[in-house]
């Protein structure tokens, strides 16, 4: 499949999701082009941190999304290390550090992208810690693992990025919270950037998903230039290659 053909594959599915969400009255109207915002995030999130791998992360990498929210919660209340993407990595320093022991605001609203972006010192990749744990939203995820985000490729690229720092490893966890019906059956196309999630984990279920397949860090070649010019810690990395 040529890389449009499969862009539009992938955006085929995500339609088909989208729509059915809102069919099914899963997630608030208007969750066309967002990763969805579905109805019972917490209980899956609730369900998230009843897992050892949650129970033995002591740093987590979360995605900025609303539907994660009740997960990055969580885990700033119960004492871990937050690690959130600074929105569309429109900073060159990409991402917040959320340290419980330093909030000057309850959890509840430092896990909120926009007070983040008010409280939470910027850091770069050189500053962070390795990585126990990786939440990503989805707007598809079949139970092979293969996910499709919105069609941004952020997650990809903080994914690619942590990888390149060796920050993350085979070790590292990457699970998805989402809504049984974004659960599908499909044989969901990939591409070399993709990287799969290890578990899924729905307000009713948690699926164990495999084999692991990781991106080794970015890859130039699928970055259009407008995307590296959005992204300035890209801009900068290129400048020194």
Known sequence: ???????????????????????????????????????????AADRLAELPVWRAA???KSVPDKVQLPVRVRALVEGRLVYMAVPKLAEELPFYLLDPATLTVPPTEAASSKVAATVAR???????????????????????????????GYSDIEVALLQEAGLIGPETT??????????????????????????IVTPNEVIECGPQRRPQGLYWSSLSQEKIDAIPILVAMKSCL
């Open 174 to 199: 990457i699970v998805t919270t989402v809504h049984s019906l974004q659960v599908v059956d499909d044989e969901l196309p990939e591409t070399k950037h993709d990287f799969s999630v290890d578990l």
């Open 58 to 60: 002591q740093v987590i």
């Open 122 to 152: 910027k850091i770069g990749v050189d500053d962070m810690r390795p990585v126990d744990l990786i939440v990503c939203g989805s707007v598809a995820v079949n139970r092979h693992g293969v996910r499709l985000g919105k069609g941004a």
């Open 1 to 43: 499949m040529t890389s449009s053909g499969t862009d539009q594959a992938k955006q085929a599915i995500r339609e088909r999701v989208w729509a059915l969400l809102e069919h099914e009255r899963a997630a608030p109207p208007g969750v066309h082009g967002r990763i969805p915002s579905f109805f019972g995030a917490k209980t």
